[in-house]
């Protein structure tokens, strides 16, 4: 065992260890602190993004702490809930015709919301929201019948060369660029 001498006092090396590994701990101890204080007031405050990726960060450091795993465990059944209700509740509502020539894809999603409200008696009108450049502008012409809410959104995509993408409150259709950004964002945020 060897021994050193710091301001005067003779500490050997294992004490020595002991005592860095102990104030390095109590830094990390306070940012995981901080980290978990941050999330449990975003959480509180209904704010679930803020929430999720600073209470990511509290597990991956202490995966043993009791209230940020149940903090996590309610974001993501919540954000399951959200999103697997609004695919539902798009696949409920059956559109009998769905006649479209030479429209945008704005144009498309308006009458869309139109005829949707109308088939599911004003209780269904989709919340779609289009990202990327030119996206919206993109025509096309499209004859259905019988055909889901969820459905359509695909075939607009389809012929608009774009994506569906299912988010907690809105449907995003996006182009693929976006929307490959998008997923490696999401992938990124969910392995910090």
Known sequence: MKTTFLHG?????????????????????????TLYQEGRAAFHKGDMETAYTM???????????????????????????????????YAAVVIPKLEMEEVTLNEALEGLRMLS?????????????????????????????NIPVSE???Y???LTGSKVIYEKHAVVISGLAEAQAQTVSKETDKTK
């Open 152 to 154: 359509a959104l695909e």
């Open 55 to 89: 209470l990511s960060q509290v597990a991956a450091a202490s995966p043993n702490h009791v209230d940020t795993q149940n903090m996590l465990r309610h974001i993501k059944a919540t954000q399951k809930v959200n999103v697997s209700t609004l695919r539902r509740d």
């Open 9 to 33: 006092f003779k500490i050997t090396t294992v004490a020595l260890a002991m005592t860095a590994a102990f104030f390095c701990h109590s830094i990390q101890a306070s940012d995981i602190n």
């Open 156 to 158: 607009f995509a389809q």
């Open 117 to 145: 409200k109308n088939a599911s008696a004003g209780k269904v009108t989709p919340n779609v929201l289009v990202k990327g450049a030119g996206v919206g502008e993109k025509k096309f012409s499209l004859k259905l019948a």
